[in-house]
């Protein structure tokens, strides 16, 4: 039996370039070549390595076209046209009848772009035809945990597992290869195999040079699965259960020394709490240290970390282990917000890991909620004035309602169709009591514009000068400009109160580099007298 494994293309505003290897699909896959016999597995990832293409914008985002209007060259650019990223319709069509598989798997792992899976469902059972055979559609992830009905609802999709894939899959597969069938299209979640049964992710069929990470081969990996907390806005526990589970250290070093002999030099934790168990990661990094004294292996961590779990020990033991990075999920600075979301941290040890990092000689990014629905306006300006005052880059996500999340339920969200498509970060879509999508937009902007502060270094860069422009607009004439090929256009959805209301919070911003720089300078150092005239680029 033939088994071909896909990861879709999506359709979006923005795509990550970095976080694309489909480790699900090379866990089931090696799986499936342990456990089930006389199998042939392949994975094609449809998503990574296929370019770019503009698309239509979906109706149920036609609002967003007056904030992404300009094709904004600056700085501060949000986005604008709207693309598929990924194989075409017409390519993923032509590799699916070459293929010519028994079974297809399709990985579904953010919900909105569940509709481009159900695409690729439908071009898989018109390939089959084409070459005279039924071809069996599975699929997984989980969208397929938070809403199987959207995908059971389709009638190219044959089976929906919800749960941890691996054992559910291998059975499933046994079961068609004898003949026996099920008839219920949806594959409850079950208990899956231990962690130790499980077999490293299998990435014999991945280019070295497809997954890069500052021009180095990366591949991921996962050394838990589950996390203990139980933050509101977090859907994790729908795919891996409530019981937090960690690979034992041997098991974990093992796979890196073979990803290190198959050609890697960056490895991505994308587990959702790295560092929980303290111990068992110092011994991890202590173990790495002699095996790599010279940093050979670059680690990080793109998927976030906890701070709760880290302290100065730790710290210094991952920097020397080969972390020179840290995503910190900051949330926001508001006590009553953490308690609301459940989150159990504190912004004095955010403080103390921020400033310990620092010194250590860590980057850090800290990434706030937008638009959390129970935060007010005034929280958010004063989380994000918090973060500036910091050495550390901002991260904003604006937040929008995961299907099954905590939060989701509490609401009563009703996961219609539009609801879905607009559950990503690009949408802005959870306009609350408190915030209106101008000023979200305005936080989302604002804080590109504090990281351009943040990354100053006055050198003649084209890019820099450029910025510095635009920015001496905004203070002297108090509207935002886009930089287009068409010359400099008013950004009239950029709330101009709202942003010198949270440069009123800020004496200074914290460069990247420790250093303060004072929001006077701003202030005084950036106007242009009226009517200045900018050679470069027109009248400002």
């Known amino acids: 039996m033939k088994i071909l494994l896909l990861q879709p293309p999506i359709q979006d505003f923005y795509d990550t370039d970095v976080r694309l290897q489909p480790i699900g699909l090379a866990y089931l896959k090696s799986s499936l070549l342990k456990y089930v016999d006389g199998v042939e597995v392949k994975i094609l990832d449809l998503h990574r390595g296929h370019g770019r ?24 650019c949000g986005f604008n046209n709207f693309f598929h990223y990924g194989a075409s319709w017409e390519k993923i069509e032509k590799l699916i009848n070459l293929e010519s598989p028994d079974v297809v798997g399709i990985s579904s792992l953010f919900s909105p772009y569940y509709r481009e899976v159900v695409s690729v469902a439908s071009l898989a059972k018109k390939a089959g035809e ?30 929906v597992i919800c749960g941890e894939g691996e054992k559910s899959f291998c059975d499933l597969i046994s079961k068609l290869k004898s003949g026996n069938a099920p008839e219920q299209r949806l594959v409850p979640a079950s208990e899956n195999f231990r962690l130790d049964e499980i077999p490293f992710p299998d990435l014999s069929d991945f280019s070295l040079d497809n997954y890069l990470y500052e021009g180095r081969p990366m591949t991921f990996m996962v ?11 977090c859907s994790v526990h729908n795919t891996f259960g409530a019981s937090y589970r960690r690979r034992n250290v041997k098991s974990v070093l093992e796979e890196i020394r073979l990803r290190y002999r198959q050609g890697f030099r960056v490895i991505d934790f ?10 068992e990661m110092t011994e991890l990094c202590e173990n790495l240290i002699k095996e790599f004294p010279n940093q050979e292996m670059e680690l990080v961590a793109m998927n976030g970390i906890s701070y709760l779990s880290l302290d100065r020990n730790l710290l210094r033991l991952m920097k020397r282990a080969g972390f ?31 400033n310990t990092a620092f010194e250590l000689g860590f980057k850090v990014t800290s990434y706030q909620i937008l638009g959390l629905p129970f935060e007010t306006l005034e929280s958010m300006v004063q989380t994000m004035a918090f973060a500036a005052k910091l050495p550390v880059l901002l991260g904003a996500s604006p ?33 609350t009591n408190f915030l209106n999508r101008n000023q979200l937009y305005t936080l989302f902007i604002t804080t590109r514009i504090i990281n351009f502060i943040k990354g100053l270094k006055f050198d003649s860069d084209r890019r820099e000068l450029r910025g510095l422009d635009i920015l001496r607009h905004l203070f002297a004439k108090k509207e ?16 101009v109160g709202l942003f010198f209301k949270i440069f009123e919070e800020l004496d200074f911003v914290t460069k990247i580099d420790g250093q303060p720089f004072l929001s006077s300078a701003l202030r005084e150092n950036y106007q242009l007298p009226d009517g200045r005239a900018d050679d470069r680029h027109g009248q400002l």
Not at 226 to 233: Q, V
Not at 270 to 279: M, V
Not at 417 to 427: G, K, M
């Open 270 to 279: 994308e587990d959702d709490n790295l560092t929980f168990y303290k111990k």
């Open 399 to 431: 937040f929008y309602l995961t299907p099954g999340s905590p939060i989701a339920l509490q609401l009563g969200n009703k996961n219609t169709t539009e609801s879905v498509v607009r559950a990503r970060l690009t949408a802005m879509a959870n306009e």
């Open 480 to 495: 935002l400009l886009a930089d287009t090929s068409m010359g400099f256009k008013v950004i009239d959805r950029f709330d």
């Open 53 to 76: 293409h503009t698309v239509k914008v979906p109706r149920e985002l036609n609002y967003l076209k007056e904030y992404y209007k300009y094709d904004d060259r600056s700085p501060f």
């Open 324 to 354: 020179t990075r840290l995503n910190l999920s900051l949330v926001s600075s508001d006590k009553t917000v953490l308690e609301s979301t459940k989150r159990p941290h504190t912004i004095e040890q955010y403080l103390e890991i921020v």
């Open 130 to 159: 084409a070459i005279g055979k039924t071809i069996t559609i599975v699929v997984g992830g989980s969208h397929a945990n938070a809403m199987p009905e959207s995908l059971l609802a389709s009638c190219y999709i044959d089976y």
């Open 223 to 233: 050394t838990s699965r589950s996390c203990p907390h139980r933050c509101s806005f």
